[in-house]
């Protein structure tokens, strides 16, 4: 009687400790689980979306999607370097396993060709000229084809002020052809 | 390119002294500058700087239309003549009678700016009229 008691109360002891270990290997096994996995989808959606927000002034309609530690990126880029740059980025996070990069580059912005320089016809130019002109007495100036030719002569002291007037008038170009005293 | 390389001084110098509606364009081998100097004094400078570059300006491949902006209708601008005195003249043009005289060294108010040459002012005495911009200078 006293053995058969003894029995039970191994028995239930090795049950317990079966039962102890089947519950520390299940728990075991979900930490494991949980730490291989790293961050869930959900957490690196929003690190990468904050990292978006980040280069803002690079990207128009930025979006990250996450599934199982794959970013799918889209958006337009304004360059090729902050697409690339982006990507890095999102490659260097902990958890991100691949980047899909859906997003594209804005075209280039067309080149505005310069407005064509303003040159004054002969007539203009003439009038202009004269009242240019008018205090240097010793400066005699032709007006052909837009272009000004400037003969005589002049004080160098009077030069530039001469020149500063006469380049105001739109002329194609200005010969200086004075003799300087 | 080859004109904005030898003018790089010039060209660097006008973008970095508040000169406004900056336009730099080079055609048939001249390099237009254009653009509203912000006072007399950068005008000067840049003008020293094109005399350096290009002395006594023989080479005829630059014009440079850079003016100073004449402020609002009341800015106050002295004359600025040699020694004489300023014609102030019934229209823009020398062939305009006229009908008044600045003195050198006075102060005038600007009215309106005809065109590039000619502002008009009306003088200290109160007379109105057309006076060549190159001797005014916008206090």
Known sequence: ???????????????????????FAAVAIVVLSACKSGPKDADLEKTVTEKLSAVSTDVTGGNATVKDGVVTLSGVFKDDASKSAFETTVKAIPGVKSVVNNSTVA?????????????????????????????????????KDSIITLTGNIKRAS?????????TLKAKKIENKLTIK | MALQDKYKELLDAASTSGVSNLQVREQDNVLY?????????????????YNKLDPDFRAADVVMNVNVAAGASGTKATVTTDSSNLNVRKGPGTDQPIVGKAA?????????????????IKTEKGEEGYAYAQYLTPQ
């Open chain 2, 104 to 120: 050198h060294g006075s102060t005038v108010t600007l009215i309106s700016k005809a065109n590039d040459q000619w502002w008009l």
């Open chain 2, 33 to 49: 500058i254009d653009g509203d100097a912000p006072t007399g004094e950068v005008k000067d400078q840049l003008w020293a700087i």
């Open chain 1, 107 to 143: 075209p280039p912005a067309p080149v505005v060709a310069p407005a064509p320089v303003v040159i004054n016809g002969d007539d203009a130019l003439k009038t202009g000229v004269t009242d240019a002109t008018k205090d240097f007495p010793g400066v005699k100036a032709e007006v």
């Open chain 1, 1 to 23: 009687m006293a053995s058969s008691i003894h029995l039970t109360k191994i028995n239930f002891m090795r049950k317990s400790f079966l039962r102890f270990a089947f519950v």
């Open chain 1, 159 to 167: 030069l530039q002020k001469l020149m500063m007037s006469l380049h």
